[in-house]
Structures are given as C-alpha cells and as structure tokens.
Nanobody
Framework: HVQLVESGGGSVQVGGSLRLSCVASGDIIGRYCMGWFRQIPDKEREGVAGIESDGSTSYADSVKGRFTISQDSAKNTLYLQMNSLKPEDTGTYYC?????????????????WGQGTQVTVS
C-alpha cells in the first residue's frame, strides 16, 4: 500500500518561491503518472501539474511559466517548484499518483493521494 507524504508548504510573500516535496513509500516515482493538485477554499480541486514516467509534463494555464514539476526516482520524490507566487495560489496542495492513464494530466483517475500541505501567499 503506497503512501504519499507532502512537505514544503508555508507562508510566503507575493512574488516569492516555495518548493513542495512528495515522498512515496513505494517505488512509483518514474513509473506512475504523478500529479500535483490544489484545493482553494470555496472552489473545486484543481489540477496544477502532471508528470509521466518518461518525464513529459503538463501544466494548468494558471501556473505555466511559474511552476515546475519534477521527479527523482532515486529518492522516490516528486517536486513542485513554485515561483512568482500570487495570492490566488493560496490553498492546500496535494500530490497524487495513478498506475493507469491515457493522458497524464488532471483528467487521469488518480487513486493514491497525500494528506496535503498548506501554501499561503500574501
């Protein structure tokens, strides 16, 4: 039973940066479709970025050019580098994984989720 644990959230000023990490308890990084999602109060959960086993990536339009998803299979860790942060980026960020997908983006059916890490931009 694979578990995902996020870290790296916190409070940051507008224009600042944060790097989120997601450590997997099993050997799935570089094998599964991995994604970052965020839950903003009073809004539906939003897919932020995805990365396939071959390293190809996808991003929500709202974060393109500012966020970068990456993975290190040797460390079983998924990352989300967030630059030029805006107040509207505030929310709880979750990493997720799925072993089956057609397109590795927010439309994939992710079945493994982390507990989330809070990001506040003000």
């Amino acid at each position: 039973h694979v578990q995902l644990v996020e870290s790296g959230g916190g409070s940051v000023q507008v224009g600042g940066s944060l790097r989120l990490s997601c450590v997997a308890s099993g050997d799935i990084i570089g094998r599964y479709c991995m994604g970052w999602f965020r839950q903003i109060p009073d809004k539906e959960r939003e897919g932020v970025a995805g990365i396939e086993s071959d390293g190809s990536t996808s991003y929500a339009d709202s974060v393109k050019g500012r966020f970068t998803i990456s993975q290190d299979s040797a460390k079983n860790t998924l990352y989300l580098q967030m630059n030029s942060l805006k107040p509207e980026d505030t929310g709880t960020y979750y990493c997720a994984a799925t072993a089956t997908w057609n397109v590795c983006d927010s439309t994939a059916e992710f079945h493994i989720w982390g507990q989330g890490t809070q990001v506040t931009v003000s």
